[in-house]
């Protein structure tokens, strides 16, 4: 059974704070994806990486960073957390232009 | 930028009903998928379908893709009331870097009534 796990379902921090979101798959998948989802704007992509060490920047990277060390890990950083990223955090894994297997998402309020 | 965008916005239907939805989306694809997502979850795959492939079935789901019109519909046959979810299709596009991500639209809120 294929599986996408995300560190935390529910996270709550103050602005400012430096904030990690960790995803972990295990189906040895070369792609990785993080998004953000907000009510009627849908998906929107942070980052992905394609390969360790790899990343390339999707529709809204800014005040975001990601690492990539080992294929089965990707992160999520929010350098200095502010108000307006507080959302419902989705991490993705697939094969190269394969379907993509969703984590339950982080649901993080920034206050 | 949204490379795919569904249409209706939401659908309310009874039980038993068929329910349509659509997609559009705007440069050429390598495939189509369509992904569910129940409240608060992930999402889930349902079906991918490719450029070279004009309809396929899966259970009560029907997908079928137009890519002289880029656009694609799912129906879901004789629905339920655990067909209740929100449904997205999402497209392929290159990266800048080589990679490929994949783009999803706002989604379709489909609320099947018991």
């Known amino acids: 059974d294929v599986k996408v796990t995300q560190s935390s379902r529910y996270l709550v921090k103050r602005t400012g704070e430096k904030v990690f979101l960790e995803c972990v798959q295990d189906?040895?998948?070369?792609?990785m994806f993080w998004y953000r989802q907000d009510p009627g704007l849908g998906l929107r992509l942070i980052y992905f990486?394609?390969?360790?060490?790899?990343?390339e920047k999707g529709d809204i990277p800014e005040g975001y960073s990601v690492s990539r060390e080992k294929k089965e890990r990707f992160s999520l950083i929010l350098e200095s957390a502010s108000t307006n990223q507080t959302s419902m955090y989705l991490c993705?894994?697939?094969?190269?232009?394969?379907?993509?297997?969703f984590g339950p998402g982080t649901r993080l309020t920034v206050t | 930028s949204q490379q795919g965008e569904e249409d209706p916005q939401a659908l309310s239907i009874q039980e038993g009903e068929n329910a349509t939805m659509n997609c559009s989306y705007k440069t050429s694809i390598n495939n189509l998928q369509w992904y569910r997502q129940n409240s608060g979850r992930g999402l889930v795959h349902l079906i991918l379908?490719?450029?070279?492939?004009r309809e396929k079935h899966s259970g009560r789901l029907r997908v079928t893709l137009d890519t002289s019109k880029k656009s694609s519909s799912l129906l879901i046959t004789a629905s339920r009331a655990a067909d209740t979810a929100s449904y997205f299709c999402?497209?392929?596009?290159?990266?800048?870097?080589?990679?490929?991500?994949?783009?999803f639209g706002a989604g379709t809120r489909l609320f099947v009534k018991a």
């Open positions: 990486s394609y390969d360790v060490k790899m990343k």
């Open positions: 379908i490719r450029s070279n492939e």
């Open positions: 189906m040895d998948h070369e792609n």
């Open positions: 993705a894994s697939s094969r190269p232009r394969g379907e993509q297997y």
């Open positions: 999402a497209t392929d596009a290159g990266g800048n870097t080589g990679g490929f991500k994949t783009i």
